[in-house]
């Protein structure tokens, strides 16, 4: 008796809140997600049925934005439409059970929590729809300044996105400072620094959008490159992994003025390019990323200069900068040994010196030799006259301490 009692209880108790969870779920209010994008118009969906009389209201943070109703399918008061507004409805689609709310070109502020009221014959429907509104990241560049530091740079994003620093070879200890400053829209300016250091060859700058919807790739590279006047010259630059498509340009800059070398698009796989005959890709090297840069003409010290190589692709740009200075030999020979030397005066030296060690050790071998046969000649226990005289000071008092004849 009692179980069945308990039994009944428990099942009363389980469809209880199964009807809790139901009602929950049926009156639950509808969310609807919308991201806007900065300074373009923007709809918030909003559906009903179209019978009878109805009445739209919009609000925003429970503040209301406009209203409009409509009795028996007839539009009474229809306002028109101000082409500045910054919200308004579309008449045509209002009788057709569409109630979506237009904003024209979203500022930061169009965000937040919108409702859609409809109260109609049938009675009242509410809907809600989260808004958000996003800069996207349109540009991420890096560059160094004369303190030694690395930028990451960016502008006019919107939230504020996230910033983070990578190394080849791997740092763990990076410790950049990132600025965000917003501006009188709201949107952020990005400014990230890293101090560069001797044992760092590659940095790479990541830039994410808040939202997650992009992901920036920069990378920044720091090479020197010293050659010869009179010799041929070929710049190395190789694609980051996982580049689809690019655009390779190669620039030359020397006093802070850029000028083009060439451009390579991988999709048309057409090259512009701007110094002639005097600078040329592989084309069928440049297809697979490798796109290094050969100087067709006789280096001159006028070729002295960075020359700059940009892979850009999808969120991604990666840049070589290749310091080239082109010394006379006279020039180089002097930089490799300050001292004036050259290189080569002290490889002849080599023999000079073996010479010279062979003569002493034989000279030393042939004097002991002489010293020994003058020794074995002598009478036992004399001393020459000449050692004698070489250490007269000493006096020795130990058998131990007494001086033992080399010879
Ligand atoms: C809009 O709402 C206001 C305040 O609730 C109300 O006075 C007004 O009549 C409404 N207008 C329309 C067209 O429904
Ligand atoms: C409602 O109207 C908007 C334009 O105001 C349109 O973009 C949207 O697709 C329409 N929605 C439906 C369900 O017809
Ligand atoms: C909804 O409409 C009914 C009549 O259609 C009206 O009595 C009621 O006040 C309206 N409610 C709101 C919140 O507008
Ligand atoms: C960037 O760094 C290189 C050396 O790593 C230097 O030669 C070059 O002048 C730097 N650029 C600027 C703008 O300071
Ligand atoms: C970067 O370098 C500057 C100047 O050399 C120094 O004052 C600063 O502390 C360094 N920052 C970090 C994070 O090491
Ligand atoms: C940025 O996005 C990339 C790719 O989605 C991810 O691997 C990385 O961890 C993200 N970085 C941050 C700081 O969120
Ligand atoms: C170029 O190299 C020469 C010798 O190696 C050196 O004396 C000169 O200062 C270098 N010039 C530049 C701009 O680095």
């Given at each position: 008796m009692h179980e069945i009692m308990r039994m009944l209880k428990s099942l009363a108790q389980s469809s209880w809140w199964l009807l809790w969870i139901l009602t929950f779920v049926k009156c639950k209010i509808p969310e609807i997600h919308v991201t806007c994008l900065f300074s373009e118009d923007c709809v918030l969906p909003c559906s009903f049925k179209p019978t009878g009389n109805f009445e739209i209201s919009w609000y925003r943070q429970d503040v209301l934005l406009l209203n409009q109703s409509q009795q028996d399918g007839h539009q009474p008061h229809?306002?028109?439409?101000?082409?500045?507004?910054?919200m308004y409805l579309l008449q045509d689609q209002l009788s057709r059970g569409n109630a979506s709310l237009h904003l024209s070109?979203?500022?930061?502020?169009?965000?937040g929590r919108y409702k859609c009221l409809v109260n109609s014959t049938l009675g009242q429907q509410e809907l809600f729809v989260i808004t958000k509104v996003e800069a996207p990241i349109k540009m991420v560049t890096m560059k160094n300044n004369s303190n030694k530091e690395i930028l990451c740079l960016s502008k006019d994003v919107f939230p504020a996105p996230r910033v983070q620093w990578f190394t080849l070879p791997k740092n763990n200890d990076l410790r950049p400072t990132t600025q965000m400053v917003a501006n009188s829209e709201g949107l952020y300016s990005v400014q990230s620094k890293l101090n560069m250091s001797k044992d760092i060859v590659t940095y790479i700058c990541t830039v994410n959008s808040t939202y997650g919807t992009q992901s920036w790739r920069c990378s920044l590279q720091e090479r020197e490159l010293t050659t010869e006047v009179g010799q041929h010259l070929s710049i190395p630059c190789n694609a980051p992994e996982k580049l689809q498509h690019f655009l390779l340009t190669w620039t030359f800059t020397r006093a802070n003025e850029p000028t083009n070398i060439l451009s390579y698009d991988?999709?048309?796989?057409q090259t512009i390019n701007y110094w002639g005959g005097r600078a040329k890709l592989l084309q069928d090297q440049v297809q697979m990323g490798n796109g290094f840069l050969q100087l067709e003409h006789p280096m001159s010290q006028e070729s002295t200069g960075t020359y700059t190589c940009t892979f850009s692709g999808f969120q991604s740009r990666h840049v070589v900068q290749t310091h080239v200075n082109v010394s006379s030999r006279a020039e180089l020979q002097t930089a490799l040994d300050?001292?004036?030397?050259s290189a080569e005066s002290k490889l002849n030296m080599w023999p000079i010196a073996i010479v010279v060690a062979v003569v002493v050790v034989a000279a030393v071998a042939a004097l002991l030799w002489y010293r020994k046969r003058r020794a074995n000649q002598r009478p036992s226990g004399g001393r020459p006259a000449e050692e004698m005289e070489a250490q007269p000071m000493k006096t020795y008092k130990t058998p131990e301490n007494l001086p033992v004849d080399n010879c």
């Open positions: 229809q306002p028109p439409r101000d082409q500045n507004a910054k070109k979203c500022g930061i502020k169009a965000r991988s999709r048309t796989r300050p001292a004036g030397h």
